[in-house]
């Protein structure tokens, strides 16, 4: 679940519907999310880790191989699994420029 991230890190009360606990909430409202980004409130997205399959490795996992070593194919798929919005990953960038936007995408930015 998403987690929104008040401007004022020490903010305990409502906004919004939102309870806020040390300038933290949590939201699934994707209304509710787009109204904060706007506000200026950051969006911690959660990323869902993938099932394991039978030899207990989990599907899809890039964990083994560092994002930083991707190709373009693998990390262009690994943006695909992590569904990073299209205006945010350059299909048609250089590496860095994909591994940034992903990393980008990981911490919230």
Do not use: C, R
């Amino acid at each position: 679940m998403p987690k929104i991230k008040s401007p004022n890190p020490s903010y305990n009360g409502v906004s919004a519907s939102l309870h806020f606990v040390n300038g933290e909430a949590k939201t699934d409202d994707k209304w509710l999310i787009g109204w904060f980004k706007n506000k200026g409130y950051k969006v911690v997205e959660e990323v869902p880790s993938p099932p394991a399959d039978k030899d207990g490795q989990k599907e899809g996992d890039n964990s083994s191989k560092e994002i930083t070593k991707m190709t373009h194919k693998e990390l262009d798929a690994y943006a695909a699994e992590l569904e990073v919005p299209e205006e945010l990953y350059p299909k048609s960038g250089k590496i860095d420029e994909k591994v940034f936007a992903i990393q980008d995408y990981l911490s919230g930015e």
